[in-house]
């Protein structure tokens, strides 16, 4: 019949009953080894822990809404959103992120230092920017829904602050949703009291000519 292992170095004991064998018990007598209080083994006195050793385990969090992410760097959810977009993040003391353009692609860098998401935009913010026209791009705007009371945040391409409620639109497609999306936006504008002016791809070899026409159209 087999002796027992050592519960120490899992050598043969000394029979039944006996969890040292003899090197390991002389060194349990003599204090060289001593069972540990965190972990309940039997170790060398100054060995440390193995539980003491083990590395911590992270659980990566999402970096654009913090939710838990199976060890990848975005949830399912935001990779799928921004998979195919160029997003800017602010972070902050490497603890917080904040998502500061949610559409993301702002490629083009115009004179003024903004970002813009395509190139007939940075022409038609540099040409405003020449002339000394003030102009925010994609300043925000609250609109609420009549039947729904949603609140909804749109964000017109070009406002033009000196220009009493005028913003311009540039619309850089011509599908059918993306037209039909454009109209549905304006009718909103002009809900609000504010004057919509589009600009088309079919401008795309004047733009500042079709900028001027607007600016002389509503000369102050």
């Given at each position: 019949?087999?002796?027992?292992?050592?519960?120490?170095?899992?050598?043969?004991?000394?029979?039944?009953?006996?969890?040292?064998?003899?090197?390991?018990?002389?060194?349990?007598?003599?204090?060289?080894?001593?069972?540990?209080?965190?972990?309940?083994?039997?170790?060398?006195?100054?060995?440390?822990?193995?539980?003491?050793?083990?590395?911590?385990?992270?659980?990566?969090?999402?970096?654009?809404?913090?939710?838990?992410?199976?060890?990848?760097?975005?949830?399912?959810?935001?990779?799928?959103?921004?998979?195919?977009?160029?997003?800017?993040l602010r972070i902050t003391n490497c603890?917080?992120?904040?998502?500061?353009?949610?559409?993301?692609?702002?490629?083009?860098?115009?004179?003024?230092?903004?970002?813009?998401?395509?190139?007939?935009?940075?022409?038609?913010?540099?040409?405003?920017?020449?002339?000394?026209?003030?102009?925010?791009?994609?300043?925000?705007?609250?609109?609420?829904?009549?039947?729904?009371?949603?609140?909804?945040?749109?964000?017109?391409?070009?406002?033009?602050?000196?220009?009493?409620?005028?913003?311009i639109e540039y619309n850089g497609m011509?599908?059918?949703?993306?037209?039909?999306?454009?109209?549905?936006?304006?009718?909103?504008?002009?809900?609000?009291g504010l004057t919509v002016e589009t600009?088309?791809?079919?401008?795309?070899?004047?733009?500042?000519?079709?900028?001027?026409?607007?600016?002389?159209?509503?000369?102050?």
């Amino acid at each position: 019949m087999d002796k027992p292992a050592c519960i120490v170095c899992g050598n043969p004991t000394g029979g039944k009953g006996k969890d040292f064998c003899y090197d390991c018990w002389k060194k349990k007598e003599s204090g060289e080894i001593v069972q540990c209080e965190k972990c309940g083994k039997w170790h060398e006195k100054d060995k440390p822990c193995e539980k003491d050793q083990e590395q911590p385990k992270y659980e990566l969090i999402c970096l654009t809404c913090n939710n838990p992410t199976n060890r990848y760097h975005f949830c399912k959810e935001c990779w799928n959103k921004y998979k195919d977009k160029a997003i800017d993040l602010r972070i902050t003391n490497c603890t917080s992120f904040e998502i500061l353009d949610g559409y993301g692609n702002r490629k083009y860098r115009a004179k003024s230092g903004v970002r813009t998401r395509s190139m007939p935009e940075k022409i038609i913010l540099d040409h405003l920017w020449d002339t000394n026209v003030r102009v925010i791009y994609e300043n925000p705007v609250e609109y609420t829904d009549p039947k729904t009371g949603k609140e909804i945040e749109l964000h017109p391409d070009f406002t033009l602050p000196d220009y009493k409620n005028l913003i311009i639109e540039y619309n850089g497609m011509t599908t059918s949703k993306y037209l039909a999306t454009k109209q549905e936006t304006k009718k909103m504008y002009e809900e609000l009291g504010l004057t919509v002016e589009t600009i088309t791809s079919d401008d795309s070899d004047y733009l500042e000519k079709a900028v001027d026409h607007i600016l002389k159209k509503y000369k102050k």
